[in-house]
Nanobody
């Protein structure tokens, strides 16, 4: 069955960095568009970034542009999110999500919590 397992969250000070990973299995990862979506405490879902199968099409939300970098390793069936210059408002549960070519979210991982606080 399709499985997405995120890891790499934790507590970091403002200005610091975290690298999230998402291990994928049960589907053809290399041809699947993948997204990161986050949910801050008490708030709704916010799309963060997505990447197509060959990494040639990459997009970011305005709030993370120039600070976050999405990437993937198709040989390892793994999606990454490098988060730099973190701010308290980046505190959220981060989910990796399989995404259709029209942008619809399909399968979600369980999420990993990133907390930015001094």
């Amino acid at each position: 069955q399709v499985q997405l397992v995120e890891s790499g969250g934790g507590l970091v000070q403002p200005g610091g960095s975290l690298r999230l990973s998402c291990a994928a299995s049960g589907f053809t990862f290399r041809t699947t568009v993948m997204s990161w979506v986050r949910q801050a405490p008490g708030k709704g879902l916010e799309w963060v970034s997505d990447i197509n199968g060959n990494s040639e099409a990459i997009y970011y939300g305005d709030s993370v542009e120039d600070r976050f970098t999405i990437s993937r390793d198709n040989a390892k069936n793994t999606l990454y999110l490098q988060m730099d210059r973190l701010k308290p408002e980046d505190t959220a549960v981060y989910y990796c999500v399989t995404t259709t070519n029209t942008g619809a979210f399909e399968i979600w991982g369980q999420g990993t919590l990133a907390t930015v606080s001094s």
